[in-house]
């Protein structure tokens, strides 16, 4: 009978944490969405006419690379990287200019007559999504021509992966974007990072840098994400080629990823099984 009750004692108190985690969990969402909002002033709009300061035909595209200011070279910034390398392959590294207007650092360029609009916002990665809808509003960019570039966890370093818009998987700067645009449509190239071993917090480890041994893998990340984003952005179609259309509303349950050509076949398999749940600071 003590067994029992110690034992019903004991999923009593199980069961009041779990529904205190999940609480706090809850009302911190909520909270930064209500931080997205209050940052972003007014509603998302594609277009903002002749505030737009690409005036040329046809439609713009968007690179995004998402992380923390003032932590370049972290795992967490690692979309960041990407971006720098990019605008270094097309030769325009020293052309990043600072906008108040959108809290971040742009480039406007050019690939095949493409117009393309390099983005870093220069704010937290909670709330990084006021910097990319700001952005798309000013520069005319609808969401489905949106490349957003990011860290992933669950993917070792070295493998790379384009996801067609839907869930955020947990990802906290891709959910602020989602918010703050109102929609999910965005394409994201997920670069790996690996999952902490040992006793290394998730927190900590996406904070701290490469060791020397893994960005020697990095490098040929970089090279790899570079091609990736060229094959995208260089299409001539209407919207990236593999986004779905029509623009969805916010976070619809889809599942639509799929490996790029620098993952191997056998992860376009096993993308199934992934866990969809890990969280960022």
């Not at 713009?60 to 971006?83: E, Q, W």
């Not at 809290?103 to 007559?113: A, K, M």
């Amino acid at each position: 009978m003590n067994k029992e009750t110690s034992l019903g004692k004991f999923c009593h108190s199980l069961s009041h944490f779990f529904k205190k985690f999940l609480n706090f969990a809850t009302m911190r969402r909520l909270l930064t969405r209500v931080i997205n909002r209050v940052l972003l002033y007014e509603p998302f709009k594609p277009t903002m006419g002749i505030e737009a300061e690409i005036h040329t035909e046809g439609r713009r595209k968007m690179v995004v690379g998402l992380g923390n200011p003032g932590m370049d070279g972290t795992r967490h910034s690692v979309g960041m990287a990407v971006l720098g390398a990019l605008a270094a392959r097309l030769g325009v590294a020293d052309r990043w200019r600072g906008d108040k207007y959108v809290s971040g650092e742009v480039i406007l360029s050019e690939v095949q007559q493409t117009n393309v609009v390099l983005l870093r916002p220069r704010m937290l990665m909670n709330v990084n999504g006021v910097s990319v809808a700001k952005a798309a509003g000013k520069f005319g960019v609808k969401p489905e021509d949106i490349l957003l570039v990011h860290d992933e966890l669950d993917k070792p370093l070295g493998k790379i992966a384009v996801k067609h818009g839907g869930s955020a998987r947990g990802h906290n700067g891709v959910r602020s974007c989602v918010d703050c645009l109102q929609t999910d449509v965005m394409l994201r190239l997920r670069v790996g990072i690996g999952r902490p071993t040992g006793k290394t917090s998730v927190e900590r480890h996406v904070l701290s840098r490469f060791t020397s041994e893994e960005m020697k893998v990095l490098d040929q990340v970089l090279v790899q994400s570079v091609d990736l984003i060229l094959s995208q952005v260089s299409q001539q179609d209407a919207q990236f080629p593999s986004s779905p259309a029509g623009g969805g509303l916010a976070a619809p349950k889809r599942k639509q990823s799929s490996a790029s050509s620098a993952e191997e076949p056998a992860a376009a398999s096993r993308r199934k099984h992934e866990p969809d749940v890990y969280s960022l600071k």
